[in-house]
């Protein structure tokens, strides 16, 4: 079996030296690896499929990814990692070994009956490989070589998410923006075959929303991240059912659609780099309840300023400018006496703070003197 280890890889069938042989014992692969499929996937998938003669096969994609990827499933989850889900993985391995043995072994009389069930479950892995591409956009993380290789063309673009984001439409769980969290919608998300798909619906739109709203607010951005992860980590742990869960995220989705709005609570209101700073020096206990609100916002809004006033195009190369920028801050700081507790971690967070929004107002001023 040297030939079958070796083809597994990357063998190409297509190359004269793989004898009658190496195909005799790749269709022997096929049956094996199909076996290994059946067991991790023991959701009655072809049940489904035959229910509906118009959405069968999607369903029971949609179900067994569903199935997969929950960590309600038996067997799924890892003492050691939260986010680890063994039979997804499992299946990933062994649905790409079956679809190169099938590749070598595709003419062969005695794998043909097994044809329809090779082909749903190459469409359970592309479904998997669309879910996992939509998580790790949502997260600004790259996508994978693997996952790029199988989606191939839908993914053309590593920045734009259309090509994957159809998975939910597909499912009936479409939600491209938070707005669209309707009561339909969330019954649709109750039904056991969809809960962990609306889940990660939810989630990954969750993430996108608070990205967009959050822009450059390190401070909020990293709680509505932390606070998910939190709601993950329970749910994991089955200490929050699939409805719970559910319940709690469409809580946070209203949240999120309101922190657009958060700045408007002050007078005047806050822009959005104003509010990120604000929410940087509040984060200061004894600021809060000295200071108040309303001092704190004031203390925001010049720091905004003096950002405005002090940046220079160069400032990532001249040490003069970023020298000067930093001695203002701390004068302004000064100034209204904060922090009351003279916490030196909070002015080291407002300097983050301050020189993490420099290079967007550097770039606005090079772009503005174009």
């Given amino acids: 079996m040297a030939a079958l280890r070796e083809f597994t890889h990357d063998a190409d069938p297509t190359d004269p030296s793989v004898g009658r042989r190496d195909v005799d014992e790749a269709a022997q692969l096929v049956h094996s690896l199909v076996g290994s499929l059946r067991e991790i996937v023991t959701l009655d998938w072809k049940a ?77 892995r592309v479904w998997m490989a669309k879910y996992d591409a939509r998580e790790r956009l949502s ?76 822009r450059g607010n390190e401070v909020r951005s990293k709680q509505f991240s932390e606070r998910i992860n939190e709601l993950m980590l329970k749910y994991t742990n089955k200490q929050l059912t699939a409805a719970e869960i559910i319940a709690r995220l469409i809580e946070m989705a209203q949240e999120v659609r309101a922190e657009a709005d958060r700045g408007t609570q002050f007078s005047p209101p806050l822009g959005t780099d104003e509010l990120s700073v604000y929410d940087v020096i509040a984060q200061n206990p004894s600021a809060v309840d000295v200071k108040g609100d309303d001092t704190l916002a004031q203390i925001a809004r010049e720091l905004v300023t003096i950002m405005q006033r002090d940046i220079r195009t160069d400032w990532t190369v001249r040490d003069d400018v970023k020298a000067k920028l930093r001695s203002s801050i701390k004068r302004l700081l000064r100034k209204y006496k904060y922090p009351p507790d003279q916490q030196s971690e909070a002015i080291v967070n407002v300097m983050h703070q301050m020189e993490s929004l420099a290079p967007r107002y550097a770039e606005e001023l090079q772009g503005a003197s174009a």
């Fill in 48 to 124: 489904i499929q035959n229910a509906d003669v118009r959405r069968g096969f999607i369903d029971a994609v949609s179900a067994t990814t569903n199935f997969l990827r929950s960590p309600l499933t038996d067997g799924n989850t890892d003492p050691e990692d939260p986010n680890a889900r063994p039979l997804a993985d499992a299946f990933r391995s062994l649905s790409s070994k079956l679809d190169r043995a099938w590749a070598l072994a595709a003419g062969h009389q005695d794998i043909q009956p097994l044809l329809p069930e090779v082909q749903f479950y190459k469409e359970v």
């Fill in 139 to 214: 997260r600004g993380e790259p996508i994978t070589d693997e996952v790029r290789r199988l989606l191939g063309e839908l993914l053309v673009d590593s920045a734009e998410s259309t090509g994957v984001v159809d998975i939910y439409q597909e499912a009936g769980l479409e939600l491209q923006r938070l707005d669209a969290i309707t009561p339909a919608w969330t019954e649709e998300a109750k039904k056991p075959s969809k809960t962990q798909l609306a889940i990660e619906a939810l989630k990954a739109t969750i993430l996108e929303e608070a990205a967009r709203v959050t």
